[in-house]
């Protein structure tokens, strides 16, 4: 993070806006040792905006079309898992489940 004072941005405007654009991080200006603005580069800026846009203008409709896309993809990417689990059948959760539902004979601990 660039940290700079408004002061010293001012004497160098030039050379600071050559450097946001260069390396395309921002640079934050203070005053009294406290972030109050910031430099970005054009690009970024204007990603930014279109992305705030993009999220204030889907409605109700296209919000839940996007989450019966994204839950579509789920059950197509779990698909080959799912022919593993018949319905009705108890399925162990975990090995210790496993070794839970077996019969032991007591003599086999001694």
Same mark, same amino acid.
């Given at each position: 993070? +660039?940290?700079?004072t408004?002061?010293?941005? *001012? ?9 946001v *654009?260069i ?9 009294r ?5 910031a430099?970005v ?10 992305r ?14 996007e989450?019966?896309? *994204?839950l ?13 689990? @018949?319905?009705? +059948? @108890? ?5 210790s489940d496993?070794y839970a ?6 003599g086999?601990?001694?």
């Open positions: 993070m +660039v940290l700079m408004i002061s010293d941005a *001012r004497a160098g405007l030039a050379e600071v806006v050559d450097q *654009r390396t395309g991080e921002p640079v934050y200006l203070t005053r040792n406290k972030p109050v603005a430099l580069d054009l690009v970024y800026l204007d990603s930014l905006r279109a705030s846009v993009d999220v204030e203008v889907r409605t109700d409709e296209e919000r839940e079309a989450r019966a896309r *994204r579509a993809q789920m059950e197509e990417l779990f698909a080959p898992i799912q022919k593993w689990f @018949k319905p009705g +059948v @108890k399925h162990l959760d975990s090995a496993f539902s077996r019969d032991v004979d007591p086999d601990l001694a």
